[in-house]
């Protein structure tokens, strides 16, 4: 029913920055906390972000401080601006969302098809 897409991933060199989007919809459902996961191959995925739908933000160690997560004001977008990339954040990247049909339901989680970070040294 979710529909998840992320943009905006490429190749930059270490030192760069690039800035994720992601997008769910269709509008009339309500999402929640939204997040940002990583996976490298042969590595498990990991999470980068995560943002609530109040805005309160949680990263993994290994980025904080350089990555940042955001949301639109409609709540059905959020962003991850990254910078100050290192050859260990190329991954793909994939967007997790929680949402549901209403406030009487209960939360479904969706993912998107990832886009491709490749930061080179």
């Known amino acids: 029913q979710v529909q998840v897409v992320e943009s905006g991933g490429g190749l930059v060199q270490a030192g760069g920055s690039l800035r994720l989007s992601c997008v769910a919809s269709p509008s009339t459902f309500i999402f929640n906390a939204m997040g940002w996961y990583r996976q490298h191959p042969g590595k498990q995925r990991e999470l980068v972000a995560v943002?609530?739908?109040?805005?309160?933000?949680n990263y993994a160690d290994s980025v904080m401080g350089r990555f940042t997560i955001s949301r639109e004001n409609g709540k059905n977008t959020v962003y991850l601006q990254m910078n100050s990339l290192r050859p260990q954040d190329t991954g793909v990247y994939y967007c997790?969302?929680?949402?549901?049909?209403?406030?009487?339901?209960?939360?479904?989680?969706?993912w998107g098809q990832g886009t491709q970070v490749t930061v080179s040294s």
């Open positions: 997790n969302v929680n949402a549901r049909r209403s406030w009487f339901a209960n939360d479904n989680a969706y």
């Open positions: 943002i609530s739908s109040g805005g309160t933000t």
